[in-house]
């Protein structure tokens, strides 16, 4: 859920940037990174666990805990807190360790 | 304090000696290590696990130590897994004459009974399908070479003898070796002196120096080694990738990640351990070069740990003339995590007058006195 | 590789500071920042600082940030700046290793100042990893900087400054704050912070934690449980609270990591937030040319950290041959200015953890 109302700061209109999340069309805007698009979708869980298959979503969102890791246009443990969201992105949870082509 | 030996290292091969002392009934057992358990050359190796060797003593040594790590989970009662995955070795020959010298290799091997086949390179892309054809000639196979966990297989080895009722002291370093008419006896420490008449050097990259202690000139010296390690990813990669000419051993370990190393060409006979930026440019030109692939994962970590160096690359363990009581296992040239079930059992004999399970000529120090028999191993990285 | 004169580590409060000065000795700096943008966490700081005006007192933190960019962004012919990047490796020979856009760059330095700041602590209970479980920084991010909700319904873990800070700026963005949980029998923050809250309508309730978190995916509930004055869970007092986040301030630790590859010496030290460097007072480490400034070397506030990015950079720059005439004056006074931060009663801690590590220097 976006804030539109602040008494402080100021979250003016910005440019749309449409991207995919497990096959699904979703959007962000503009400055978003990749978790914070996907969180103000509603969406928490950005993976899971490699041994016991647990929900994992932001923690740090400084690019310092690993527990937002996803794959990202096909290379897998991005950090998406810290990477920002771009138009055509290929965003999927990344279920276990990650696959290189 | 009394002591019946005095073991000096807790890397793998000082708790596998302590291992198979204890369970053959000594008493009075002390290991003493200046850090932690593991924190030496045992857990910074690359643990990987082989038998294709160029001389019949390593073979011998080699095939020896992967039965016993076979079974080690259950002869040392471990609760937890030594995680021995035997996916096997490739090693890939870069010349014509490693392609010769490896055809000779396997022969050896196989006459040791080790199950090792010579394979050409459409075979080698069958066992590991991203590597690059265009690097090597032909490869050796052995399914049953592999790679344990270090950290999990010295704890093996450590929690045994401790049951069995070794005394393990840490953090303490030994400071001299009390002598008298060429006859140890005794082992001071910053903390404590140990009266006894024995004593095993079993201090990996530290083996000169405490050998000079007891007034044994060992011939050996501390040399450099650096890995790295990758983020991990799902298994790709079921064997080691080694090549001795073009200096890579690369493998996948169960948890994902890609461990590599290689040599330092040039590196100085001292016990700098530090890291390099040069190691990571060439490790990864080098893996990158065999396993393109492997260039897609970033790097997570790199250390660097001590070889003990030895003349012929053989590893030198039992008597020393010099000095009654003084016992060496070391000078394993980067292989003593693979052999150390061997040298437990090796040193095991020797110290308790016990035939040896193998003959010791070509292992003794003694053998560089006649340094006409000496044949030196050339398949290491 | 590439020669860089001078290369800091963390485009936060600090080493925007200590970009500054040493550009104003006309050193060239490198400028690395992990983070998509520069000014660290002070530009999702929406409240005003305290402290005098030398350190920018009663003005917002992302107010703070945008002065010390653009501080910086008057330098650019001396500053260059490279976001997006991490410091994977430090060397002996004065290298660092730069991960950038999925590439491996090396940098040489004459001298280097590290100033990555602190991590997020975590407090062990049940469910812990679950979704909507932040770090109060997190929080701060998502709501401050990218002007996302982290939920409707938080219970706040933790009565620090950053706590009672963080409790009022979601309140500010519209969530409902449903307690703020402290463990001690005693708010650790300021009073006034904790007054505004209560002024609110928080609950405040001390001698309280989280027992465990509930939820399939996402947290739904907690448990919070009361404890005693020996700090134990006194049974039977167990409460649920509905909740779709929970937000964590339970204090930083400083991101060390760099200095121990560097081989720099460290110490453990409580007050100052986990493993900080041993150094001198014009905060060089025990490696020759690598400086620290602000929370790496030892948990504080922001104004204490751009003090010691002024002063980490001039010497950072004196070191390798930029000695400005004023120097000793103006290392003497940002050393006077850190007394005074860090004076009074809520100065304790720090100044007891500080004399742990440079204890050791001046003997």
Redesign the interface.
Known sequence: MRIFKHPILDFPKKKVIHFQFDGVEFSGVEGDTIASALYANGIKKLSESVERHRARGLYCAIGNCSSCYMTVDHIPNIKTCVTPLSEGMIVESQIGKGVIR | MNANIVIIGAGISGTAIAYYLAAKGMKDIVVVDKGYLTNGATGRCGAGIRQQWATKMNCIMAKKSVEFYEKANQTLKYPGDIEFKQEGYLIVAVTPEEDAQFSKNVELQNSLGIKSRKITKEEAKEIVPHINTDMFISATFCPTDGHINPFKANDAFYQAAKRLGVSFYFHEAVQSIQTVNHKVVSVTTDKHTFETNKVVNAAGGFAHEIGLMAGVPIPVYPEKHEILVTEPIEKIQGPMVMSFGKNLYCQQVPQGSFVMGRGTPGALHNHDIESSWEFLDEMAKTVVAFLPVVGELRVIRQWAGSYNMSPDRQPILGTVDECEGFYVACGFSGHGFMFAPITGLLLSEIILNQPTSIDMTELCMNRFKNQKTIEVEKSVV | MTNKELIIVGGGPAGLAAAYTAAQTGCHVLLID???QMGG?LIKQ?HKFFGSEKQFAKT?G?NIAKKLISDVETCSDRIEIIC?A?V??L???Q?V?V?HN?K?Y?YHFDALIIATGA??K?LAFENN???????A??VQ??????????G?NIVMVGSGNIGLIVSYQLI???VHVKALLEAAPKIGGYKVHASKLRRLGVDILTQTTIQRAIGN??VNQIETIELDDSWKPIKGTEKLIDVDAVCIAVGLSP?YQLLA?G?AELKYVPELGGMVPIVDGLHQTTINNIFVAGDVAGVEEASSAIVEGYLSGLAAAAKIGYQQPDYQKSIADYQQQLKNLRSGPFGAKIRAGLKKVEAKTNA
């Open positions: 992990r983070n998509p966490q929406t917002r992302l997006d991490t994977v490796g060397y002996a020979d290298v290793n991960l999925e491996y090396k991590g997020e975590m990893d679950l979704p909507g479980i932040y770090g920084g997190a991010t998502l709501m401050n900087l990218y002007g996302v909700l982290p409707q500010q963005a519209g995916g996402c991101l590859m081989g």
